[in-house]
């Protein structure tokens, strides 16, 4: 199983944190499974963002908030007072406004490296767009030129994160980028 969270490039910037997966109770009240990486009450977030259609964002304002586990928050939104509206909901991407994510992501979450820049032995390779989190490594989608570049991010193949430059630096597999090059 993995998880693909990524950002929209639309104002304000959207980042996908995780997805609708259970109605609980009987107020119309929804378990969100995220990957802020850490416990958290959404505290200060107005609005979830659900993904009605690719690319379509409707705001649901958070009447409240409770963290239950390190990645599920129990959400009770307005104008959801059943099990049976909130089945509706239930299934669908939830994002949360830039400013929103970087309040609510912890530094160490794979999510957080969205918006980094991935360098490769000195050179600037592009800015990460979508991070993919799999048993074994991350995945990293970045806009290199123009075209969408995946980067394992593994042992084998991480030197440094810089979070004030905001930049990873990475050793690549021999080979690996001439796929993306024409």
Not at 171 to 180: R, S, V
């Amino acid at each position: 199983m993995f998880f693909s969270f990524k950002t929209q490039s639309i104002l304000p910037e959207y980042i996908s944190i995780g997805k609708f997966v259970a109605v609980h109770g009987l107020k119309g009240e929804l378990v969100l499974k995220h990957v802020l990486g850490k416990k958290t009450s959404l505290k200060g977030v107005k609005a979830l963002f659900v993904e009605t259609h690719p690319g379509a964002y409707m705001p649901w304002f958070i009447q409240e908030a409770k963290a239950r586990t390190i990645d599920e928050v129990l959400v009770k939104l307005d104008d959801v007072p059943t099990p049976e509206l909130a089945k509706k909901l239930n299934q669908k991407i939830i994002w949360l406004k830039e400013d929103d994510f970087e309040k609510q992501a912890s530094k160490s979450a794979a999510i957080s490296f969205i918006g980094f820049t991935v360098v490769n032995e000195g050179v600037l390779l592009g800015p990460i767009i979508e991070v993919i989190e799999q048993p074994h490594q991350i995945l990293c989608t970045i806009d290199m030129n123009g075209k969408e570049a995946l980067i394992p991010l593994h042992q084998e193949s991480l030197g440094e994160i810089d979070r004030v430059k905001k930049q990873i630096h990475v050793t690549l597999p021999e080979g690996l980028l001439e796929l993306y090059m024409d």
